[in-house]
């Protein structure tokens, strides 16, 4: 007899826990002291597997948010809470967050990430490059070989005033039939960020790696075919484009090597959990 939608509801849930907690209990360290917490309904479960380990755990951590919807999960856990600009500053830097957990749409085989479902990238990004180590939690179903293979458009935040400009323009670079998000069904008209921004959604082809690139195909969108920096690089070129969907380039521990530390937008691991309620690891190579 074929599963029940609320019995594969109930795998899926289980499966971002178990993903959750495994990410939380390899990754979080109790001397660990700014933490970032993204958005999205699995990082629900590293809130939880944080409150779970008890307040003498987390007693000297302080969670920065990516948004409202975090910013109320780390309240409700009676966790510490501090906005990203309002951490300390050390020798005229802020400090470092030690972790930063976040949820994520797809992630390919190189660990690039579509992220924005949720219409909070643009602070999941400022947050995730100002960890030195990010972590990515998901069920198995956002595994993918390429990106915009399954969750077929990249997120796209964008001063609503230039949105029919920024439409014109995706479409001349090939992006199908790109849509501003709608609001429905919880908000009439657009779906407004935390940023006070819109969301369009640019569908492209799936999304090739720097290994896949040949002498015919380059990777600069011609024949639709896009390589992930490329478009990355081409998208923020575009007036009215506040940031993008795409984490792509290096991880934290490569950003060190690159002295471009904490600039790293790809996380060193994502967790999968599957409906068998395992939990598979994607460590950067
Ligand atoms: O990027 C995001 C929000 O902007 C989320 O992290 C992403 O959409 C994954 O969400 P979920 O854990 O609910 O699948």
């Not at 907690?21 to 993204?38: C, M, N, R, W, Y």
């Not at 439409?167 to 919880?186: C, D, E, F």
């Not at 657009?190 to 380059?218: Q, S, Y």
């Amino acid at each position: 007899m074929a599963a029940s939608a609320s019995d594969v509801a109930a795998l899926i849930e289980s499966a971002k826990k178990a993903a959750a907690f495994q990410a939380v209990e390899d990754h979080l360290s109790p001397t660990d002291k700014f933490v970032g917490i993204g958005s999205g309904s699995t990082v629900v479960y590293v809130v939880e597997a944080i409150a779970a380990k008890g307040p003498s755990f987390s007693a000297n951590m302080t969670f920065i948010p990516t948004g409202s919807q975090s910013k109320g999960l780390i309240r409700a856990a009676g966790l510490r809470l501090c906005n990203l600009d309002e951490r300390p500053v050390i020798n005229g830097v802020s400090v470092a967050l030690d972790v930063a957990f976040d949820g994520a749409d797809e992630v390919d085989e190189d660990l690039n990430l579509i992220k924005g479902g949720g219409a909070c990238l643009f602070q999941e990004k400022l947050v995730a490059v100002a960890a030195r180590k990010f972590i990515a939690v998901a069920d198995s179903r956002k595994q993918s070989p390429r990106l915009c293979t399954k969750w077929k458009t990249i997120p796209i935040e964008v001063l609503p005033l230039a949105a029919p400009d920024v439409l014109n323009r995706l479409k001349a670079m090939g992006s199908p039939n790109p849509v501003v998000r709608s609001g429905l069904p919880s908000k009439a008209g657009e779906c407004v960020t935390d940023n006070g921004m819109w969301i369009i959604d640019a569908p492209f082809p799936p999304l090739l790696l720097p290994k896949d690139l040949t002498a015919e195909v380059d990777g600069t969108g011609k024949n639709g075919a896009w390589e992930i920096g490329r478009l990355a690089e081409e998208l923020v070129k575009l007036p009215g484009i506040v940031e993008i969907g795409l984490f792509h380039g290096f991880n934290g521990v490569q950003a060190v090597g690159l002295g471009k530390e904490f600039q790293a937008q790809k996380p060193v691991a994502a967790y999968f959990g599957t409906p068998s309620g395992e939990v598979q690891v994607q460590n950067a190579a």
